[in-house]
C-alpha cells in the first residue's frame, strides 16, 4: 500500500441498520455522534443505516417496503399530474 493516502481517521465502527436492528463491525472515516459498546466490551462509534446487506432485497429474497421519510408521499405528489 502507499503511504500517507489514507485518512488519519480511518477506524473500526459498528454499522446498525435500523431497519432490522442488526449490526456488524467495519473501518470507516464517517462522523458519529454516538458510540455503542460492541461484544468485544470495547467502545465503538455508531452509523446507522437504512439499508445493508441484512435488509437489502437482492440479499435476503424478500421483497420489503422501506418508506423513510415519506419517499412514496413525495414521489406520488411529485408524478401526480403525469397520472391523469
Known amino acids: 500500500m502507499?503511504?500517507?493516502?489514507?485518512?488519519?481517521?480511518?477506524?473500526?465502527?459498528?454499522f446498525k441498520d435500523i431497519s432490522t436492528d442488526e449490526a456488524?463491525?467495519?473501518k470507516s472515516c464517517a462522523n458519529s455522534?454516538?458510540?455503542?459498546t460492541w461484544e468485544d466490551g470495547?467502545?465503538?462509534?455508531?452509523?446507522?443505516m437504512e439499508i445493508s446487506a441484512y435488509s437489502h432485497p437482492f440479499f435476503t429474497g424478500k421483497m420489503k417496503f422501506v418508506d423513510t421519510a415519506g419517499r412514496i408521499d413525495k414521489f406520488n405528489k411529485?408524478?401526480?399530474?403525469f397520472a391523469k
Open 42 to 48: 470495547n467502545s465503538y462509534p455508531l452509523i446507522k
Open 24 to 26: 456488524f463491525l467495519g
Open 2 to 14: 502507499k503511504k500517507d493516502i489514507h485518512p488519519s481517521s480511518y477506524r473500526t465502527v459498528v
Open 78 to 81: 411529485k408524478f401526480a399530474k
Open 33 to 36: 455522534k454516538e458510540t455503542i
